[in-house]
């Protein structure tokens, strides 16, 4: 019913029942459609919350190949940080101390970890360490 309504919090309720019940390839799939309905609807914040989730789920399904799947490769979860969650990101992920981010970018190192913290939800890491792989080529910038 909430892929039929276009309702990405059912959908993500949904995914998170599947998971809960081991079923990880729909709810993989149900948290990859609830990322589009998010994306479809401007809401970033979501879309990137779906897409991790989807995406952790995904690779728990060795090699499972579903059209909705396939989609994920190409909605990088990079491309829902903002401008300076990049530039913190990137600087971050080359090995720069968050007093050292702020100091640069005059601003507060709270700010930085603030901005840290959004990027880690969306990018769907936990710590500075997964920053590099998770930005890919984005942490030249």
């Known amino acids: 019913g909430a892929l039929a309504q276009r309702d990405g919090a059912g959908l993500d309720g949904a995914a998170a029942r599947f998971a809960a019940l081991g079923a990880r390839l729909p709810a993989a799939e149900a948290a990859a459609a609830a990322a589009e309905v998010h994306r479809d609807a401007g809401r970033h914040r979501d879309l990137a919350a779906s897409l991790a989730q989807a995406r952790r ?12 799947l396939a989609r994920l490769d190409r909605a990088p979860a990079v491309s829902t940080l903002t401008d300076r969650e990049r530039e913190i990101a990137g600087l971050a992920a080359r090995g720069r101390t968050s007093p050292e981010i702020a100091t640069a970018l005059t601003i507060s190192v709270r700010t930085v970890e603030s901005h840290l ?5 969306k990018l769907g890491i936990r710590d500075r360490g997964q920053l590099a792989a998770a930005l890919g080529d984005d942490t030249r910038r």
């Open 117 to 121: 913290n959004h990027t880690y939800v």
């Open 57 to 68: 789920l995904a690779a728990q399904c060795e090699n499972a190949a579903t059209p909705l």
